[in-house]
């Protein structure tokens, strides 16, 4: 293996959408953050009975899904050593391009106020210029065919490969890509599924998708050695 390519797909983080911006939920939490309705991010924990009726409601409004796997994926020796490229590909058909310098806020609601700044302005940049984060509307398709990796990984409990040596022999050689789950519930969908070149297990049942990002990260760094 040459580099890994870490993709948290289905991702669970938009801003609010325009059905439900005037909900009482909503505009009360839009309010004390002193912002326009669809300046937030969607957020379960604020949010729930104004999401009961959208369309897969239960695998949106976790940004902090998507905030606990980038910290583990930029603080490990994998991507401190150059050797991991991160992408997360949302729900609703964006893709984050995350600079492996960042250096994200460790307080969720500060991490909070920078996604929804990277929805409004498209990019975040740093006071010397460099992109730190860039949002483009593309789709996970079209993020795979551009960095054509030489193998797509998908994280599942629903897979034939199971455990860490059956998954560790996937990492041999060239720039594989692992994809994770950004969501908290639910199944992917058919079109994420049909990307895959293979699927893998790393135990019996679901776990969390930072335990899952902590697990591939150490993996791939012992392939490494």
């Given at each position: 293996?040459?580099?890994?390519?870490?993709?948290?797909?289905?991702?669970?983080?938009?801003?609010?959408?325009?059905?439900i911006?005037?909900?009482?939920?909503?505009?009360k939490?839009?309010?004390?953050?002193?912002?326009?309705?669809?300046?937030?991010?969607?957020?379960?924990?604020?949010?729930?009975?104004?999401?009961?009726?959208?369309?897969?409601?239960?695998?949106?409004?976790?940004?902090?899904?998507?905030?606990?796997?980038?910290?583990?994926?930029?603080?490990?020796?994998?991507?401190?050593?150059?050797?991991?490229?991160t992408?997360?590909?949302t729900l609703?058909?964006?893709?984050?391009?995350?600079?492996?310098?960042?250096?994200?806020p460790?307080v969720?609601?500060?991490?909070?106020?920078?996604?929804?700044?990277?929805?409004?302005?498209?990019?975040?940049?740093?006071?010397?210029?460099?992109?730190?984060?860039?949002?483009?509307?593309a789709?996970?398709?079209?993020?795979?065919?551009?960095?054509?990796?030489?193998r797509?990984?998908?994280?599942?409990?629903?897979?034939?490969t199971?455990g860490?040596?059956?998954?560790?022999?996937?990492?041999?050689?060239?720039?594989?890509?692992?994809m994770?789950?950004?969501?908290?519930?639910g199944?992917?969908?058919?079109?994420?599924?049909?990307?895959?070149?293979?699927?893998?297990a790393?135990?019996?049942?679901?776990?969390?998708?930072?335990t899952?990002?902590?697990?591939?990260?150490?993996?791939?760094?012992?392939?490494?050695?």
């Amino acid at each position: 293996m040459d580099k890994l390519i870490l993709v948290l797909v289905e991702t669970a983080v938009e801003t609010v959408p325009p059905e439900i911006q005037r909900h009482p939920a909503v505009l009360k939490h839009a309010e004390r953050r002193g912002k326009h309705p669809s300046k937030i991010l969607l957020d379960r924990s604020y949010h729930h009975w104004a999401m009961k009726n959208l369309p897969e409601a239960e695998k949106r409004g976790r940004p902090d899904i998507l905030h606990f796997c980038l910290l583990e994926a930029l603080g490990s020796p994998l991507n401190l050593n150059g050797l991991l490229e991160t992408y997360a590909a949302t729900l609703n058909g964006y893709v984050v391009h995350v600079n492996p310098a960042v250096r994200l806020p460790r307080v969720y609601e500060r991490f909070k106020g920078l996604m929804e700044k990277l929805f409004e302005d498209m990019e975040v940049v740093s006071s010397s210029g460099e992109t730190l984060l860039r949002l483009e509307r593309a789709s996970l398709r079209s993020l795979v065919e551009r960095l054509t990796p030489s193998r797509k990984i998908l994280m599942t409990e629903k897979a034939d490969t199971r455990g860490h040596t059956g998954f560790a022999s996937l990492l041999t050689a060239g720039k594989p890509m692992v994809m994770v789950g950004g969501f908290p519930h639910g199944d992917f969908r058919k079109e994420t599924e049909e990307l895959a070149d293979v699927k893998v297990a790393l135990a019996q049942r679901p776990l969390e998708a930072w335990t899952v990002v902590s697990r591939v990260l150490c993996l791939a760094e012992w392939m490494l050695r």
